[in-house]
């Protein structure tokens, strides 16, 4: 069954820290891995893609890892801001056949920054 | 902005009735996807469209039924309403093809009273 696992399931950090979100995957066939960033009410916004053979990708303060073999991922998050409170979510993609996917997300990892 | 538009941005109604939300996808944006967020749940995938058909379907109830038209933009059909589908109801888009980016509306905020 295609499943995407995230660690932790919410996370209360201080303004200017650095944190590590999880993603742990079961996906098969594996195309790529997306990371989500989700304020409240809002539609999610991508925050980095990566494929098979990409190891590490980052845009801006966040950077994603991928490890194919193991079907982990994380994100990084350096020097935290305020704006970073969030909903982040690990969505991964199956190659559905021809020139489509499917989009399989996990529930994500609630983030509060603290002053 | 994300090129996504989904109409209404807010929508009250009362249980029994029949609802219609719409997306109109990213220019060139082949396939269409729709999620259902209830409140301090995950993204639940509802159901795809790739150019016109369907190509895959997650819990979807029976109650609920989408299209995509020619012009591409889609639409989702929500009947028989309960107060449990009051939620937040997401439509993205893809260019279709594999390692393509997804881009997501604002959504629509259902509330069933």
């Known amino acids: 069954k295609n499943q995407v696992e995230q660690s932790p399931q919410s996370l209360i950090i201080l303004e200017g820290k650095n944190c590590t979100l999880q993603c742990n995957y079961t996906v098969s066939p594996f195309s790529n891995l997306r990371w989500y960033k989700q304020d409240t009410g809002r539609g999610p916004v991508s925050l980095t893609i990566?494929?098979?053979?990409?190891n590490t990708k980052s845009n801006g303060r966040y950077t994603a890892t991928l490890d194919a073999d193991t079907k982990q991922s994380s994100l990084h998050i350096t020097a935290s801001q305020l704006s970073d409170s969030a909903s982040y979510i690990c969505v991964v993609s199956a190659a559905w056949g021809g020139a489509t996917n499917k989009l399989i997300f996990g529930t994500g990892t609630l983030l509060a920054v603290q002053p | 902005d994300s090129g996504v538009t989904q109409t209404p941005k807010h929508l009250i109604t009362a249980t029994g009735q029949r609802v219609t939300l719409r997306c109109s996808p990213r220019s060139g944006d082949l396939s269409v996807y729709w999620y259902q967020q209830s409140l301090d749940q995950g993204l639940q995938f509802l159901i795809q469209?790739?150019?016109?058909?369907?190509?895959a379907k997650g819990n979807i109830l029976e109650r609920f039924s989408a299209q995509q038209f020619p012009d591409l933009h889609s639409e989702l059909n929500l009947s028989s309403l309960e107060l449990g589908d009051s939620a937040l109801y997401f439509c993205?888009?893809?260019?279709?093809?594999?390692?393509?980016?997804?881009?997501f509306g604002q959504g629509t905020r259902l509330t069933v009273v």
């Open positions: 990566m494929t098979f053979s990409e």
């Open positions: 469209y790739y150019n016109g058909e369907e190509r």
């Open positions: 993205a888009s893809s260019a279709g093809t594999l390692n393509t980016e997804a881009f």
